[in-house]
């Protein structure tokens, strides 16, 4: 029973045991100077299907905020050409990470490996992929420890294990139609307060479930001693 129990805690634990790399705030003041001062909005690990749903989105809410930046970091970076002819035929401009400045462009596109944590850390509101998609959601801690607030659809199946806490906290924002999708980022771009105070919120699920599990892990291998 224990060592099952030290199983189950294990996988658990590893759900939160992510760390903000040691650069996080250093690079990411820089990706913001490079980006401008612009409001960002990033889409990531999206599956075919989400990246049309955060344009439209996109498109609604550039007119409040017509200087929006829209970052989209698609699970799968082979899927790049494709949304860029999905960005071209919305009438939108884009750039590549691999290969340009983002310049003045609506949608900058994040086509490389390992930068994820400091695009969530430059940006104002995140969208984390497969959750509008019938995948079960994506993991969203990398984008709390970088302290973006989070939006996340209605499929969250295979992250049903900590999501729930972070929903019951208000420290996780749920949608599950374009309407709400937008009206929710509208909301979170609009007021800074709001935005802080659900950043500290997650921040604090985080770091609660992170000792709990340590602790209770700890006395468990203490009695398989």
Known sequence: ILSGLVGSEMCIRDRFDIAPPDDLEAKAALLRAELGSRPTFIAASTHMGEESLVLNVFTEL??????????????????????????TDADLSFSLRSGDEPGDVDVF???????????????????????????????????????????????????????????????????DSKEQFTSTVHQLLLKVEDRDAMVQRACDVHKHNAGALESTLDLVLAQLD
């Open 62 to 87: 550039r007119r409040e905020f017509p200087d929006l930046l829209l970052i989209i970091a698609p699970r799968h970076t082979h899927r790049t050409p494709e949304i860029c002819t999905m960005v």
């Open 109 to 175: 596109l994040l086509d490389t490996m390992g930068e994820l944590s400091y695009f969530y850390a430059a940006s104002d509101v995140a969208f984390i992929g497969g959750s509008f998609a019938a995948i079960g959601g994506h993991n969203f801690l990398e984008a709390v420890i970088a302290r973006v607030p989070v939006v996340m659809g209605p499929h969250l199946s295979s992250i049903e294990d900590i999501v729930a806490q972070f929903v019951n906290q208000k420290a996780l924002c749920l949608v």
